[in-house]
């Protein structure tokens, strides 16, 4: 399994303004990702964070308004920016842990983003 | 394209009675599906998966090819079943893993 921790747990922002979410897993991972979860809505996947290269990104999501990086097998951060009200969402991050296959996600508690 | 589909947002039960959370899928090849399940104030944890075909707190899912359905089932529901149950499958585009949701159904179990 894999202890996944997500700050912040919640924040309020203004319009306009940009924030960054932070993911640390307690042991490497092969693959990390990031979900977006609307009020009301299922989880949409937004991009796959890659060990030291670019993001891949799902339709519909680009890396100027999602920034993502990751540094190292166990970290990762998405970075929101220009928000808007429409922005405000439960961010999640997933891991896959190593020797684990494709559809078993451990899920952080998510940072949830309210946006004024 | 590939897509998971969950037709009820809501589905209430008494306590004893059985359960039947249904998923449908469009693929073109042989999936590999995988029910989640998020309990209150929980984060969102993996149930089953059709591979292991294994019953997890009672609950069992069948693959069925023929209707592309993966049907989440208990016989008797328990008022600590009450979540949010998501059906995902995972696919390879691209290059890239990546596992998809169905929108979801939210089980009530009354007393």
């Known amino acids: 399994s894999a202890v996944i921790s997500q700050k912040p747990s919640r924040d309020i922002c203004q319009r306009g303004t940009s924030l960054t979410i932070q993911c640390q897993v307690d042991?490497?991972?092969?693959?990390m990702f990031w979900y977006r979860q609307q009020p009301g809505q299922s989880l949409t996947l937004i991009a796959t964070?890659?060990?030291?290269?670019?993001?891949?990104?799902e339709s519909g999501f680009v890396i100027d308004k999602f920034p993502i990086s990751r540094p190292n097998l166990t970290f990762s951060t998405l970075t929101v920016s220009n928000m808007s009200p429409e922005d405000s969402s439960i961010y999640l991050c997933?891991?896959?842990?190593?020797?684990?296959?494709?559809?078993?996600?451990?899920f952080g508690e998510g940072s949830r983003l309210t946006v004024l | 394209a590939q897509r998971v589909t969950q037709p009820e947002k809501l589905l209430s039960v008494f306590k004893g009675a059985p359960v039947e959370l249904k998923c449908n899928y469009s693929?073109?090849?042989?999936?590999?599906l995988f029910w989640y399940v998020q309990y209150s104030r929980q984060r969102l944890q993996l149930l089953l998966r059709?591979?292991s075909r294994e019953s997890i707190k009672g609950f069992t899912a069948d693959l069925n090819k023929g209707e592309t359905s993966f049907h989440l089932k208990k016989p008797f529901a328990q008022e600590e079943d009450s979540a949010m149950y998501y059906c995902?499958?995972?696919?390879?585009?691209?290059?890239?893993?990546?596992?998809?949701f169905g929108a979801g159904t939210r089980l009530a179990v009354h007393p």
């Open positions: 997933s891991v896959v842990p190593s020797g684990r296959p494709t559809g078993e996600l451990f």
């Open positions: 042991s490497q991972v092969t693959m």
């Open positions: 964070a890659n060990q030291g290269s670019e993001a891949t990104y």
């Open positions: 693929y073109s090849g042989s999936p590999e």
């Open positions: 059709h591979i």
């Open positions: 995902a499958l995972p696919f390879l585009s691209g290059g890239y893993n990546k596992l998809i």
